[in-house]
């Protein structure tokens, strides 16, 4: 789906919001027919719509990229959510740590099967009436078709973890849930049909952070305890994979699951030679598409192959002095970004030997009191920047600024909701 950022003339934006609402409600009038010409007006060409949460208004907001307009503002309250997308990136997750609660906020861009054809719809933002209520939500991972929440616990809790899917969640439901043996500072991943999730022995009393990593075979509604690995991950932070690798950040090294063999057998990585005593790989990057995992040590970035006989780790340069605010892949790896302390976006190619092919000046080096944030478009290759007030778009293809958009409003986090065309997300930073 191409989407050029044209506002309609206000009269015709009118006439298409009336015929975009009334094919959305209008479910019987698709008929029997399976011709294209019966069908031709199912397909919405839209950018999609950006979830921001407003910190002044306490309110989350949803912004129709096709315009810049807001479409639907919901108050929330307790501490500003983190916002995350749903697989199908039909809905919206806000996490609230300290308030014990995970959010679910539909927004209104999805497609059904209609059997002879595909019919997507666009529909005002809805609250959905499920919350999650347990200790301490914290990591967030994705998996086709699953997403996966990871609650902490605490000192009277133990650790859980909950998964969904869009289909659960257009029933305000999730599908399964798995109480863990401790309360830890952990992470899931569902891959498949197997839950590969960390593990911490009650005789660590110095950390909440785990040791271990186990492995759950998912039946689609429940868990069955298979295995825990024997290679140790000692202070365990940080999660990826790709399409091979299942990367886990250890105090002395990364953990990786082959995830292409027989057992699912582990393998423990020393740290880069290169890194200074007492640092360590504590977040990974990964995309389905890209060979290769990305760890992060404080601000150095290393490219991790782990099938590579001769070169494990490959140092990225994001130049001298430069502190990384944030990264991520487009949704198909074609771009690695780095936003860096500068307000410079620095797009890597990964199917080039990750060659910087282009740095963009978004904005004047930003102070600590500014808020950024970054969300990728899944229908086409764009990110949108937010900068306290403003969201920058940004065509990943060639590093060109497409538009800045003037909220008119703070926000603190950002994510990218729309059609896919069936495209899952892949992976977040952990």
């Known amino acids: 789906m191409i989407y050029q950022p044209r506002p309609l003339p206000s009269a015709l934006r009118r006439l298409a919001t009336i015929a975009t609402l009334a094919s959305a409600t209008l479910l019987t009038a698709c008929g029997g027919s399976s011709s294209d010409e019966a069908h ?106 699953y997403g996966v929440v990871f609650f902490d616990g605490g000192s009277a809790a133990r650790s859980k973890v909950t998964v969904f899917s869009d289909a659960s969640l257009g029933n305000s439901s999730t599908l399964a849930s798995l109480d863990l043996e401790n309360n830890m500072h952990g992470v899931a991943k569902l891959i498949g049909d197997h839950l590969f999730v960390t593990y911490r022995d009650s005789g660590i009393t110095d950390t909440t952070l785990p040791a271990a990593v186990e492995r759950y075979h998912f039946d689609g509604s429940s868990f069955g305890f298979e295995t825990r690995y024997d290679e140790a991950c000692p202070k365990l932070h940080g999660a990826a994979a790709n399409a091979h690798s299942l990367g886990f950040g250890c105090g002395d090294g990364v953990l990786v699951i082959d995830l292409h063999e027989a057992g699912y057998p582990a393998t423990k990585l ?37 099938e590579s006989e001769a070169t494990i780790y490959q140092e990225l340069d994001i130049g001298p002095d430069v502190a990384r605010l944030t990264q991520g892949f487009t949704t198909h790896g074609e771009v690695f970004y780095v936003l860096g302390n500068d307000g410079s976006l620095r797009l890597f190619n990964p199917a080039d030997n990750w060659t910087l092919f282009k740095t963009v000046q978004l904005m004047d080096a930003p102070s600590e009191e500014d808020t950024l944030a970054v969300t990728v478009s899944a229908a086409q290759e764009h990110v949108f920047v937010l900068h306290n007030q403003t969201v920058i778009e940004v065509d990943m293809a060639d590093g060109d600024v497409v538009r800045s958009i003037d909220l008119g409003f703070n926000a603190s986090s950002v994510v990218w909701l729309g059609l896919t065309n069936g495209e899952h997300n892949e992976e977040h930073s952990h």
């Open 270 to 306: 020393a740290n880069p030679d290169s890194l200074e005593t007492g640092a360590r790989i504590g977040t990974l990057v990964g995309n389905h598409d890209v060979e290769e995992l990305v760890g992060i040590a404080g601000d150095r970035l290393f490219i991790i192959d782990p």
């Open 40 to 145: 031709n007006d199912t397909d919405i060409d839209t950018g999609g719509r950006l979830a921001l949460f407003d910190t002044d208004a306490s309110a989350l907001k949803f912004l129709n990229l096709d315009d810049g307009e807001v479409l639907t503002s919901m108050t929330m309250d307790g501490e500003p959510p983190r916002l995350y997308s749903s697989p199908d990136h039909r809905y919206a997750v806000a996490i609230q740590r300290e308030g014990d609660r995970v959010s679910f906020f539909d927004g209104g861009l999805y497609t059904e099967d209609h059997g002879d054809h595909l019919h997507d719809y666009a529909e005002a933002p809805t609250m959905l009436p499920l919350t999650l209520n347990d200790h301490k939500p914290t990591h967030y991972t994705l998996g086709e078709p």
